[in-house]
């Protein structure tokens, strides 16, 4: 039996400029869930690039099972018992299950590929996890959690004895969770090392056995989780005593801006949602993955088509057509995908920071006018503190925060009334949520309506003034943040599901 | 004041780079060379290619050398006249798509230009209207450009709303015209014979020269050269040229910030079909001899500008000065060839190697190294 798994030791790896890891090192025990925790850019995928031989290390070495490995790719990796499911499912979406779990390795019988042993094979895996998937369905039918068991499912094929998971519960609810934290458990229990990555605090301390943390490339400590709190793994992570997770709130809701009447979706699932929302006011909307959160943001802001109920703005009925009227009508949209629908990532900041607005900038009623752009995109940079080295770096090279942010000063130069934000948070550190959160609430202190839309109850019960409960389509409860709490909102969001 | 600021900006830019490069390794060095090589490769090879050529011209005591003054204007001469399509092309190369009917579109046009402006005076036989009068220049620029705008547009439409790839519909538009320029050479008395003798007035507005330091520059290049204005302002000024970046860099996004797909795509491809559509009117007189065959491929060598000029097939990437640049470049790489006496079998091969190479430095920039 070896105790030590996995031994990362001293790893180093220099970008031209960046010191990305600086001797790094930390320890896999056999049976254990060991986190790692950082900011983003504290290096902990670096660090995993590093040990699937995406990136090459400077110095330092892997150990895995006392013998040195050097992989150099993650096909060689998986296939010497270390696999890793990603934030990002890379996966074919047009074949089936089972495919995809012995791609490159189907099982050759006299008649070719032998369908039928692949089928039992992959059969006795899900049995095995206790997953109810069918071998034969094809992966785009499969919601994200299942297509994440997939993956476990195919670590499990290659025998794997490490598996890393990097924010596994990033698009899932809370049931399916639960659901994957037990299949990581069973893991563990049969002897494999699990380094599991994630910004979720409560999760962190609720499954670990031990805790890294990473900052600025840096390791700062490992403990087990018995002996940290949320606290002690926040102050690591920044460096700092971070005394609230969430800012005070100052805003004070107003008069109605907002009335939403019977609002029913064309080919959406959301039927007769009725709601209003006030001037300074955040509202947040809470509900399961598949609820009809994300599609009434939709609805009002004219991406998806409306079957009947009125939206009424100031006393006045509006007709969001599209993207241009709900524009127009003072509404703002940041969607939930951020790389998606969300940024323009071969383009700069300026033009990212600028594209909603452009005819704001019209010098002389003829042409763009580059000048009228730049000051609109620096007082973009200066007001949400945007962390860029110029106007006219890619967006791309920022951070999901920078970037989250730059999206954020894009709707805020069309001077909206009403701001709708679909999962802000979701890939941010804890630092730039914070900043976010700030940034809400300073906002609706101005006088702007903000809707939020958010997987984690805490940031809603923290941040919104008022929560909306979807389930399955309706809107089931209204609740005043500052008196409900998690178990109530929870019951809520499972009326329908 | 303004210049040395720019001058300033330039210099500190320069400055942080040098500075950047010494505190490199070895390794590092080796690799930022390898890199530089690699990034400008096409450069290289087209000024190793010159040198070479300049070389052999004097070698071979040729009275005009490769870079003298008459070889260059013949270089700018061929650049002028295949510009447009692709100014026109590589705005749809910016949305993610490309237009493979562009030249048949140039082909349509110029036929119809030159069949409405034939010699009414001498070889009366060959006419293909013997009763029509030569209606005014500028009618018959109006008729190509408004028919390669209607073709761009149905293009762009079909494209916006029914989610099409371009290289599909526009491979359906290049049969259709096809089709239609082949009936179109059969009208009249013409009998899909060549369309030649056209008027004097039509010949001397597209051929017509301005003495420049004692070399007859031709209109058409001055057309080009101003057409290539008014796309640097399409692009960079206006909000249509913004939106077309937006919308090819990611086409959902440019949605939700409240940027017309629909009306964007359509607008790019009518603007090329213009072009298309005045280049047909410009071909038409600089050739002289038109038919059914006028025009085919030319937009392959349009594409292949855009690429080597750095129009990104992954599209939201591309500038005026690039496909001005690509398209030189292709032109030079073609009269270096016939200056070496390269057979035009060799040419095809040695032009398909260096669009390959092209696309392959393009995609490089968007691989994530390891």
Redesign the interface.
């Known amino acids: 039996m070896e105790e030590h798994l996995l031994q990362i030791k001293n790893i180093s790896k220099t970008f031209?400029?960046v010191k990305a890891l600086d001797h790094v090192s930390l320890t896999v025990r056999q049976g254990t869930i060991h986190s790692l925790m950082g900011e983003n850019g504290a290096g902990k995928s670096t660090l995993m690039k590093c040990l699937f031989g995406?990136?090459?290390a400077d110095s330092g070495e892997f150990i895995l099972q006392g013998k040195k490995v050097n992989f150099t790719n993650a096909r060689q990796a998986m296939e010497n018992g270390v696999s890793m499911v990603h934030q990002e499912l890379n996966q074919v979406h047009t074949r089936s299950v089972m495919e995809n779990i012995w791609l490159g390795r189907f099982p050759i019988g006299p008649a070719g590929i032998d369908h039928r042993k692949m089928y039992k094979d992959t059969l006795a895996i899900f049995e095995d996890l206790g997953l109810s998937i069918n071998p034969k369905a094809i992966i785009s039918t499969l919601s994200v959690s299942q297509r994440q068991m997939v993956e476990i499912a195919k670590a499990v094929s290659h025998d794997s004895k490490i598996i890393v998971f990097d924010e596994p519960t990033s698009s899932l609810t809370d049931v399916e969770v639960e659901h994957l934290f037990r299949i990581i458990f069973s893991l563990r229990d049969r002897g494999c090392g699990i380094i599991y990555i994630s910004h979720r605090m409560s999760e962190i301390l609720q499954i670990s056995d031990e805790v890294t943390v990473m900052r600025d490339g840096m390791h700062v400590a490992t403990s087990p989780a018995a002996e940290l709190t949320v606290d002690m793994i926040i102050a690591r992570m920044v460096g700092r005593e971070m005394d609230q997770v969430y800012p005070p709130k100052d805003n004070v809701p107003g008069e109605v801006v907002l009335k939403v009447e019977d609002l029913t979706a064309l080919y959406q699932n959301i039927r007769n949602i009725s709601f209003e929302l006030r001037k300074g006011e955040i509202l947040g909307i809470a509900g399961l993955v598949g609820a009809g959160r994300t599609e009434i943001l939709e609805n009002l802001?004219g991406?998806a088509k409306v079957k009947s109920g009125r939206i009424i703005k100031n006393g006045k009925v509006v007709k969001n057509k599209?993207?241009?009227y709900?524009?127009n009508n003072g509404f703002a949209?940041i969607?939930e995908e951020r790389r998606?629908?969300?940024?323009?990532?071969?383009?700069n900041i300026r033009?990212n920071t600028?594209?909603?607005n452009?005819?704001k900038y019209?010098a002389k009623g003829l042409?763009?006018s580059n000048r009228k752009m730049a000051k609109d995109t620096a007082w973009a940079i200066d007001a949400l503190k945007i962390k860029t080295p110029d106007q006219n770096a890619k967006i791309n090279n920022l951070s999901g925060g920078n970037q989250q942010k730059v999206i954020l000063g894009?709707w805020l130069l069309?001077e909206p009334d009403i701001l709708m934000l679909d999962e802000p948070t979701r890939g941010i550190d804890v630092g730039a949520k914070y900043e976010i959160y700030q940034l809400m609430i300073n906002l609706a202190g101005q006088g702007k309506s903000i809707i939020m839309v958010s997987s984690e109850l805490p940031e809603l019960l923290g941040v919104c003034d008022r929560i909306l409960v979807m389930s399955g389509g309706h809107l089931t409860g209204e609740l005043d943040a500052d008196k409900t709490n998690q178990e109530e909102i929870m019951a809520l969001a499972a009326k329908y599901a | 004041m303004k210049e040395n600021r720019i001058l300033q900006g330039t210099l500190d830019a320069m400055t942080t780079r040098w500075q950047?490069y010494k505190i490199?390794d070895a390794k590092?060095k080796r690799l930022w060379w390898s890199n530089f090589l690699i990034k400008n490769a096409i450069y290289i090879i087209i000024v190793l290619l010159v040198i070479y050529v300049q070389i052999y011209s004097i070698r071979s005591g040729y009275s005009n050398t490769f870079l003298s003054f008459r070889s260059i204007i013949d270089i700018v001469k061929r650049s002028g006249s295949s510009l447009f399509m692709a100014l026109g092309v590589g705005g749809i190369i910016v949305l993610t798509g490309t237009d493979l009917s562009a030249g048949r579109i140039m082909g349509l046009t110029a036929c119809i230009s030159a069949s409405l402006l034939q010699n009414t005076v001498e070889d009366y036989s060959s006419k293909m209207f013997p009763n029509l009068n030569a209606p005014p220049l500028i009618l018959v620029i109006l008729i190509s450009m408004a028919i390669g705008a209607l073709v761009g547009a149905f293009n762009g439409f079909c494209v916006a709303k029914f989610k099409l790839h371009p290289f599909i519909v526009t491979l359906a538009t290049q049969l259709i015209l096809y089709g239609a320029v082949l009936m179109y050479v059969q009208l009249g008395t013409n009998g899909g014979g060549p369309i030649s003798g056209l008027t004097d007035s039509y010949k001397n507005v597209v051929k017509g020269t301005i003495i420049i330091g004692g070399t007859a520059i031709p209109y058409y290049v001055f057309y080009a050269a101003i057409a290539a204005f008014i796309m640097w302002?399409i692009w960079?000024?206006?909000?249509l040229?913004?939106?077309m970046?937006?919308v090819g860099?990611?086409p959902?996004?440019?949605?939700?910030?409240?940027?017309?797909v629909m009306k964007t795509t359509v607008l790019i491809f009518t603007i090329a079909g213009i072009l298309y559509g005045f280049s047909g009117f410009i071909e038409a007189a600089r050739v002289g001899s038109n038919g059914s065959s006028t025009g085919v491929n030319a937009e392959l060598d349009a594409i292949a500008a855009c690429v080597i000029g750095g129009v990104?097939f992954?599209?939201?990437?591309g500038r005026i000065s690039g496909i001005v640049t690509g398209v030189i470049l292709l032109q030079i790489i073609s009269v270096a060839l016939q200056w070496l006496g390269v057979p035009s079998e060799t040419q095809y091969i040695i032009k398909g190697v260096i669009i390959l190479v092209a696309v392959a430095i393009d995609m490089r920039k968007y691989l994530t190294k390891?």
């Open positions: 031209p400029g995406i990136y090459a802001f991406l599209n993207s241009r709900a524009k949209m969607t998606a629908t969300g940024i323009f990532s071969v383009l033009e600028t594209i909603a452009m005819n019209k042409y763009i894009r069309t | 950047n490199l590092d302002f960079n000024k206006t909000t040229g913004k939106n970046y937006a860099a990611n959902e996004a440019a949605n939700v910030s409240g940027v017309s990104s992954t599209g939201g990437m390891k």
